[in-house]
């Protein structure tokens, strides 16, 4: 791993955006505003804004390359090394692959969650951005309660998410579009599907006890808890009872205020502030972002949605540049507790992004830096090559 001299870009610094240089040694920021000192390389940032790495806590557009059709299916390891290569190259340098492990078999089935979590472990190493395991678990999902505490017992799951689609499953038999969707994703007859529906809602009397369960396993495992889609203040203080502090994606204005007042992060998805609105209907994202009811946004499922939300929100003067980058990388860091990273100081981690801001809404990633290492480079002639010695000391003679 070799320093990096980051020479001259418009550097996010707390509030502030001022012109300054950044020296990375290892895998670290050792030093703001500093000559280059004895890096061989750096990297020209001017007229580039230098902004933290982006943090994603919620992500499943991977899912896209694990089978980018209905019922055709790609290798794990491929979709995966495919996918970091797409966050990467948008700026987000800490992803949390957000897999949903349902009742269903096919795409969100147990076995595709086995695989997944085995190959983010297995490939974590040669992957760009730092991968971790969001863990969607279906609350329906009553069989897979032993071996899911067990991964929270054993430090395999980084994000445990609870989440129940079953009422607008059951309402969406009746609407032949989203039915056709949900049985091709699961590879069953539509027969079959009808009575698996059928099989897994009469045990509903024995889904709040697994809650509880489940949510006390993370508990004892120091794992962070996002409860998806809350429907009512109610619902979200149940939750919080538990121990889940983030609420993800609330459905009306109502609950996230309720999440808003007890201090609870609150995550929206970044593609809803892109397209001005949510593609279910639902809450506008930045109108909650607004009113102070977001902390937190996502790419859900589109990678380059955080990096454009947040020069949109800009753009649009709903808030200035620092504070909605803060929704996209100091933030989340802070929902999931990574105290070392979101930010550009001194011995905070150096994942940082080079971005072409000519065109305020088309923001440009240039470069993006992971862990103290160049992984995304468009523009090489930005390179900088330096001779052993200081380049004011060469200036002077």
């Known amino acids: 791993m070799t320093d990096i001299f980051i020479e001259g870009g418009r550097a996010l610094l707390g509030n502030d955006i001022?012109?300054?240089?950044?020296?990375?040694?290892?895998?670290?920021?050792?030093?703001?505003?500093?000559?280059?000192?004895?890096?061989?390389?750096?990297?020209?940032?001017?007229?580039?804004?230098?902004?933290?790495?982006?943090?994603?806590?919620?992500?499943?557009?991977?899912?896209?390359?694990?089978?980018?059709?209905?019922?055709?299916?790609?290798?794990?390891?491929?979709?995966?090394?495919?996918?970091?290569?797409?966050?990467?190259?948008?700026?987000?340098?800490?992803?949390?692959?957000?897999?949903?492990?349902?009742?269903?078999p096919g795409l969100r089935s147990g076995d595709n969650a086995r695989q997944l979590l085995e190959a983010i472990e297995a490939l974590r190493p040669q992957l760009a951005a730092d991968t971790r395991f969001h863990l969607r678990h279906e609350n329906y999902n009553l069989d897979a309660e032993t071996e899911i505490a067990e991964w929270l017992s054993d430090g395999r799951i980084d994000l445990f998410a609870f989440n129940d689609h079953m009422d607008s499953t059951v309402a969406s038999l009746a609407k032949p579009q989203k039915r056709s969707r949900m049985v091709e994703r699961t590879g069953l007859s539509n027969e079959a599907f009808d009575c698996l529906v059928e099989r897994v809602v009469y045990r509903a009397h024995d889904v709040p006890?697994?809650?509880?369960?489940?949510?006390?396993?993370?508990?004892?495992?120091?794992?962070?808890?996002?409860?998806?889609?809350?429907e009512s203040p109610a619902m979200r203080n149940a939750f919080r009872s538990h121990g889940v502090g983030i609420a993800e994606f609330?459905?009306?204005?109502?609950?996230?205020?309720?999440?808003?007042?007890?201090?609870?992060?609150?995550?929206?998805?970044?593609?809803?502030?892109?397209?001005?609105?949510?593609?279910?209907?639902?809450?506008?994202?930045?109108?909650?972002?607004?009113?102070?009811?977001?902390?937190?946004?996502?790419?859900?499922?589109?990678?380059?949605?955080?990096?454009?939300?947040?020069?949109?929100?800009?753009?649009?003067?709903?808030?200035?540049?620092?504070?909605?980058?803060?929704?996209?990388?100091?933030?989340?860091?802070?929902?999931?507790?990574l105290a070392d990273r979101g930010v550009l100081a001194e011995?905070?981690?150096?994942?940082?992004?080079?971005?072409?801001?000519?065109?305020?809404?088309r923001p440009r990633i240039v470069g993006v830096?992971?862990?103290?290492?160049?992984?995304?480079?468009t523009d090489a002639d930005r390179l900088i090559r330096f001779t052993a010695a200081p380049r004011k000391a060469v200036a002077a003679a």
């Open 250 to 337: 609330p459905v009306n204005e109502e609950t996230a205020r309720e999440a808003a007042a007890a201090g609870d992060f609150i995550v929206f998805g970044a593609p809803n502030v892109v397209r001005g609105g949510s593609h279910t209907g639902w809450t506008k994202a930045s109108d909650m972002i607004g009113k102070g009811l977001c902390s937190v946004l996502a790419s859900d499922y589109y990678y380059p949605a955080q990096l454009l939300a947040a020069f949109r929100l800009a753009a649009d003067g709903v808030l200035p540049l620092a504070q909605a980058w803060d929704l996209i990388s100091a933030a989340p860091a802070r929902a999931a507790g």
């Open 18 to 104: 001022v012109e300054t240089s950044l020296l990375i040694g290892g895998r670290e920021i050792s030093r703001v505003g500093s000559d280059h000192g004895h890096g061989s390389f750096g990297i020209d940032a001017k007229g580039l804004l230098v902004l933290p790495g982006i943090v994603d806590l919620h992500g499943d557009a991977f899912e896209r390359q694990m089978m980018p059709r209905p019922g055709v299916d790609f290798p794990v390891d491929v979709a995966l090394v495919d996918s970091d290569r797409q966050a990467t190259s948008n700026g987000i340098t800490t992803v949390y692959h957000a897999t949903t492990w349902s009742w269903e």
């Open 369 to 377: 830096i992971a862990a103290g290492r160049l992984v995304h480079l």
């Open 347 to 361: 011995g905070r981690r150096a994942d940082i992004i080079l971005v072409d801001d000519e065109v305020p809404l």
């Open 209 to 230: 006890a697994s809650i509880a369960r489940l949510a006390q396993a993370a508990r004892d495992a120091n794992v962070r808890m996002l409860s998806h889609d809350d």
